[in-house]
């Protein structure tokens, strides 16, 4: 049996309309994902913030790109991995490759003169994108922790600042303003403090707060607050029913906020002194790079 196409009504265009306008606001940061556009939409009131609109804009996403009406490359779906092992027709394409790549992928290490340690902890890997597009460059690491984490986890982490011990510690935390998410944070630190021994870490939660959902006007999530879960209670006394996904930020005023925060620890005169001296050495190899390709080229490649 033939599965039923998408048919484009006019209602469904107008909806498609609105999509592109958001695609359009925030194409510096595209690839977006589903939920990004979905609460946007809701930000602006062109859906109401309810399960059956999540579906159907999950619906009309994947017609869209299968009609041509926005690119493949606007939407991403960071949960299904697919993973191979990287092969060569044959041995030339191979040596090719690996010229191209010679002494390419050179980092200095320019946070070596600072002060501080940090890492920036995220609650959910769909966002990984937009927080490695602005930690990396500052060579802040980026941990997705996804849900409360394990002792085996939180142990890694703790060797991690033991190879840092002359430096102060900082862990920069962004997460759901839910039940989960706020006592994410609380749970992790407990756990170092209390069972690894590890005191002396400075938690920051910087997204989301009470304050961003009032400042941005931020849509509710209306699964969070689950009867079920044991510290909806206890939310639900401190907060009240405010229950907000960190997906419900635009990209644009949550790439501000990791920046912002990473300056804030950083002695910004020491590391531009070490990007200086990195641009010094990227073209010292890039150089030597040069005359290693000429020679091994003007040798030959063949047996």
Not at 126 to 131: G, P, R
Not at 144 to 172: A, D, T
Not at 222 to 235: C, E, G, I, Q, V
């Amino acid at each position: 049996m033939a599965r039923r196409m998408w048919v484009w009504t006019s209602h469904q265009l107008g909806k498609m309309e609105k999509v592109k306008t958001i695609l359009e606001e925030l194409k510096d940061y595209k690839p977006l994902t589903l939920r990004q556009v979905y609460y946007q939409l809701v930000s602006k009131g062109f859906i109401e913030n309810k399960k059956s609109e999540y579906g159907m804009l999950s619906n009309l996403l994947k017609w869209a790109r299968i009609d041509d009406y926005i690119s493949w490359d606007d939407i991403e779906d960071r949960i299904r991995v697919f993973h191979t092992l990287k092969m060569w027709d044959d041995k030339r394409f191979f040596i090719n490759e690996e010229l191209n790549n010679f002494l390419k992928g050179y980092n200095r290490n320019i946070l070596q003169s600072q002060r501080k340690y940090i890492e920036t902890w995220i609650e959910k890997d769909a966002l990984s994108s937009v927080f490695n597009r602005v930690c990396l460059p500052y060579g802040v690491p980026v941990v997705v922790c996804r849900g409360f984490s394990s002792v085996s986890f939180l142990n890694e982490f703790r060797e991690r600042l033991w190879n840092h011990s002359n430096k102060e510690w900082i862990m920069l935390y962004f997460g759901d303003f839910d039940p989960s998410g706020v006592e994410m944070l609380n749970a992790m630190k407990e756990t170092l403090e209390g069972e690894l021994d590890m005191p002396g870490i400075t938690f920051k939660r910087i997204a989301l707060t009470k304050n961003d959902i009032f400042n941005y006007h931020l849509p509710h999530n209306p699964d969070a607050l689950k009867k079920s879960d044991t510290r909806a209670k206890k939310h639900l006394e401190n907060y009240g029913e405010l229950a907000v996904e960190l997906d419900a930020l635009r990209p644009d005023i949550l790439t501000e906020k990791i920046e912002m925060a990473i300056q804030n620890e950083l002695d910004i005169t020491a590391l531009n002194e070490e990007v200086r001296t990195y641009q010094d050495e990227l073209d010292k190899l890039n150089k030597m790079k040069k005359k290693i390709i000429a020679y091994v080229s003007g040798g030959g490649m063949d047996e």
